[in-house]
């Protein structure tokens, strides 16, 4: 196993190399090519799907898991659509950040540069195969992907599409990888091909992020958990309220920007709770605090717990607080600094919001489901960083690139 992903590693580098000196139009002419591959081979891929979503019902995944897992025609045309939003996209390699001359003459300028090689370890999304791909290979980067065991069948599939399309397309064998093993010794031994990677990048729950952070010797981006709130103020427009909060918990409860808990100004309270609990009917569970309790019919009593947990499912921790201080510090003990909405008319409080609550994206009155690379215009995303270093929030082809200097002289020496 080692030595097969040491191989792997080996030609990955000697991609990246080439894959840094490949022009805009060259790496077009691939994504073209890959996206195509995907619509042709439908078939293919719904079957390999298959196999994974009866594995995982055999498994009992949960229906927010599943629904990460399942591809349909439509998700595979998405995903061949944020290929070609790549194309029309904008090639960062190569850009001067910055030009400036030295009184010496010289002249110092600053260009963005591919990472070089990029490995993923992602759980479940069998659609990160090829958004990472994507991305990666727009930006010169090769990349190593190596999924879950539970989307084994359609990421193996998907891999081999893309990849063959890219080579065919022109670009060098290595350029996209998966690694053929799902079990925990592979992911241990990425965390230390340092050599062969010059970035890991985990997407899934928070135990994967976990591991990879404590673990991995190669450089680490932290992306993803999400335990998301909504704090409805109590000069909030509460019809909009149901709707963003709504919004945020069902529209798609598996991913990482669905809201988790709900934050209430007591004033509002007896007026908001009920009709969120008439709004989301039986098809979420709500978790609430003692006083939110008495506006709730069928919720159950929460635990501590529940206001730190990514439910990534049809639950909501729901609690009445008495400001919106009481609100963001409730944000700053519990929250993981991925996405966080105050929903309220009042402009003093909006900015107070925006410049006390730490998170990679901070909203008004808009729902968290927008922290997304492709509904910020940047197409397809790698992650969403929750971290400070090199990147944050969604991860579109900047993100994935970093930068060099480059100086030109006429003869200068230091004395």
């Known amino acids: 196993m080692k030595e097969t992903m040491y191989q ?15 022009s805009e139009m060259e790496k077009n002419s691939a994504l073209m090519a890959m996206a195509d591959a995907l619509e042709a081979r439908m078939p293919e891929i719904l079957l390999a799907n298959r196999e994974d979503l009866k594995e995982g019902e055999k498994q009992g995944l949960s229906a927010a898991l599943m629904d990460r897992l399942l591809l349909n025609e439509q998700r595979i ?15 960062p390699v190569g850009e001067t950040v910055e030009m400036f001359r030295r009184p010496n003459g010289m002249e110092i300028g600053k260009v963005r540069v591919p990472l070089g090689v990029v490995g993923m370890i992602y759980e479940a999304r069998p659609n990160v195969t090829v958004d990472a791909a994507g991305l990666c290979l727009k930006t010169g980067n090769a990349v190593i992907l190596r999924g879950s065991s539970s989307a084994a069948s359609s990421n193996g599939v998907l891999a081999r599409i893309i990849s ?19 079990g925990r010794e592979a992911v241990e031994i990425m965390y230390r091909m340092n050599g062969y990677l010059d970035v890991l990048i985990p997407r899934g729950g928070a135990g994967l992020i976990r591991s990879v952070v404590e673990n ?12 998301c709130h909504a704090y409805v103020d109590d000069e909030a427009d509460l019809d909009m309220a149901l709707e963003i909060v709504d919004n945020g918990k069902t529209h798609r409860p598996g991913v990482c920007n669905a809201l988790e808990t709900v934050l209430v100004h007591r004033a509002v309270a007896p007026d908001f709770l009920p009709e969120l609990e008439k709004r989301l009917g ?56 991925h996405s966080e909405v105050i929903i309220t008319e009042n402009y003093s409080r909006a ?40 990147a944050r929030g969604p991860m579109g082809l900047k993100e994935l690139t970093t930068y060099k200097y480059v100086i030109y002289g006429s003869g200068q020496i230091r004395s």
């Open 164 to 182: 063959e399309a890219a080579t065919g397309a022109g670009m060098p064998e290595g350029a996209i990888s998966l690694v053929p093993f799902t």
């Open 282 to 337: 039986d098809r979420v569970e709500l978790r609430a605090c003692p006083e939110s309790l008495k506006h709730l019919r069928g919720a159950v009593p929460a635990v501590e717990e529940d206001y730190a947990t990514e439910f990534l499912d049809y639950i909501l921790a729901v609690k009445t607080v008495g400001s919106q201080e009481e609100a963001m510090d409730h944000i700053a003990r519990y929250g993981t600094m």
């Open 216 to 227: 991995s010797s190669v450089p680490v981006i932290e992306t993803g958990v999400g335990n």
């Open 8 to 22: 792997q590693g080996r030609m990955a580098r000697q991609a990246a190399r080439k894959l840094a000196c490949m």
């Open 77 to 91: 045309q998405g995903m061949a659509g944020g290929l070609r939003q790549l194309v029309e996209l904008k090639d």
């Open 351 to 390: 900015r107070a919001f925006l410049a006390g609550v730490d998170a990679a994206a901070v909203y008004v009155n808009a729902s968290t489901r927008f922290t997304d690379g492709e509904q910020f215009g940047f197409g397809a995303e790698i992650g969403i960083s929750t971290q400070k270093l090199h």
